[in-house]
Structures are given as structure tokens and as C-alpha cells.
């Protein structure tokens, strides 16, 4: 059964300190998604890649957020440092990148920043 | 659970009757068209999609309709099951794959 991964699932840490999340993509999948989910702005595209590639980051803080793709099957989201208005659960979808199909989203990282 | 927000638009539906989901989408030139739903604790899950050359598609218990004037999607479900009780989010593709997606809809199903 082919899902997508993602840990931890849950993190709480300090202002300041590093978070680093990882996604683990379907086998196979060359397109990797980050999100944001919050209360007020809701699933909020952060960056993606396509082939471990970077294709858009626009809509993460570039000054704290950086994602990578090590490998095709690692990717991570690191905040450095962080901040308490970044809690918030962060998923993780990867993507055949066979236009119209579906992307699948990862059971999410629930992020808390004191 | 992680997806619910105090502030979504909430359905409350007797089990058995059918749901009505509805989103308004904002770029006309968006072709394709999801619905997801999420459970507490979990991640969106896939439901249904729709291309724009279509103003209908049914699936096993909901169908989505498409109406490209007034940039509307709609999700029915028939039947409603406890199941169901969950966030919908209609989204829209805005090209590479890259999904925008709608503030979400609460479901809560009364046995």
C-alpha cells in the first residue's frame, strides 16, 4: 500500500531552536509538495519540486524556510529559527507528475513553536 | 484534529439524507477541479475531480458538478454515512500541478 510518509508527527520546540521535518514520497513519484495548514489561512502551498528540483518556493519565508530534496525519496522542510506563528501542521504530497491525477498527502507534521 | 478550524462553514446532516458541499473558485482559467476530504488527524484524502470540459462526473456516492459560468463546484453525496463527517476542500489547478485550494467545509453527520 503506497503512501506517502512523514515525520515526526508531532514536534515541540522553542522559539529559536531548528525544526526539520521530512517527507518520504510514493516510489515512483518525481513531484513533492509542502503545505501549510492553519486555522486562518487554511492549506497554504509553501514550495515544490518536481525531479528534486526546486520549481517554485514563493510562498515560503525565505529568510527562515529552506526545503531541499537530498534524494528522490527524502524530502525536508527545515525552519531556522523559529517562530511561534509557525505552528501549524505541515503536510508533505507527492505526485506522478502525469498531468490531472491526483496529488497524495502524507498524515501531516502538527508543529508547535513556545 | 489538526484540519478543523473553528471558523468553517459547517453542514449538519441526519444520517442517510444527502450532502451538498459547495466552493467558488476564482481563476477561469483553471481546467481541472478536486475535491478532498480530510479526517481529523489525517492529511487531505482524494475524492473526486472534474476537468473544465465537463459540468458533471459521479463516483460511488458523490458527484461533483462544474459550472465554469459563475465559477462554482459543488460535491454531493448520497446517502450520508457518519463516516462523511469530515473537512471538504474544493481545489483548483493553477497549472503544473499546483493546486489552490478553498478554506474548507465542515461535515458533521447526526446519527
Known amino acids: 500500500d503506497a503512501r506517502v510518509t512523514q515525520t515526526p508527527r508531532h514536534k515541540v520546540t522553542e522559539m529559536g531552536q531548528e525544526v526539520t521535518m521530512r517527507c518520504q514520497p510514493i516510489?515512483?513519484?518525481?513531484?513533492v509538495f509542502w503545505y501549510r495548514q492553519t486555522m486562518m489561512q487554511g492549506l497554504e502551498l509553501l514550495a515544490y519540486?518536481?525531479?528534486?528540483?526546486?520549481?517554485?518556493d514563493s510562498g515560503m519565508p525565505k529568510d527562515r524556510f529552506s526545503a531541499e530534496m537530498p534524494d528522490a525519496t527524502l524530502a525536508t522542510l527545515k525552519i531556522q529559527p523559529s517562530e511561534p506563528r509557525d505552528s501549524a501542521v505541515y503536510f508533505c504530497?507527492?505526485?506522478?507528475?502525469?498531468?490531472?491525477?491526483?496529488?497524495?498527502f502524507g498524515p501531516g507534521t502538527r508543529l508547535t513553536v513556545l | 484534529g489538526e484540519s478543523v478550524g473553528l471558523h468553517l462553514p459547517t453542514l449538519s446532516v441526519q444520517e442517510g439524507d444527502n450532502s451538498i458541499i459547495n466552493c467558488a473558485y476564482s481563476?477561469?482559467?483553471?481546467?481541472?477541479f478536486i475535491w478532498y476530504k480530510q479526517e481529523s488527524g489525517k492529511g487531505p484524502q482524494f475524492i473526486i475531480d472534474?476537468?473544465?470540459?465537463?459540468d458533471k462526473r459521479q463516483g460511488q456516492r458523490v458527484t461533483v458538478l462544474l459550472n465554469k459560468t459563475v465559477k462554482h463546484l459543488s460535491l454531493q453525496i448520497a446517502a450520508t454515512q457518519p463516516g462523511d463527517s469530515a473537512v471538504y476542500f474544493c481545489?483548483?489547478?493553477?497549472?503544473?500541478?499546483?493546486?489552490?485550494f478553498g478554506k474548507g467545509n465542515q461535515v458533521v453527520v447526526i446519527p
Open positions: 504530497a507527492s505526485h506522478d507528475g502525469l498531468a490531472g491525477n491526483e496529488q497524495f
Open positions: 481545489a483548483e489547478n493553477g497549472g503544473n500541478n499546483r493546486l489552490a
Open positions: 481563476n477561469s482559467a483553471s481546467d481541472y
Open positions: 519540486f518536481r525531479n528534486r528540483a526546486p520549481l517554485d
Open positions: 472534474i476537468r473544465s470540459n465537463m
Open positions: 516510489l515512483g513519484h518525481n513531484t
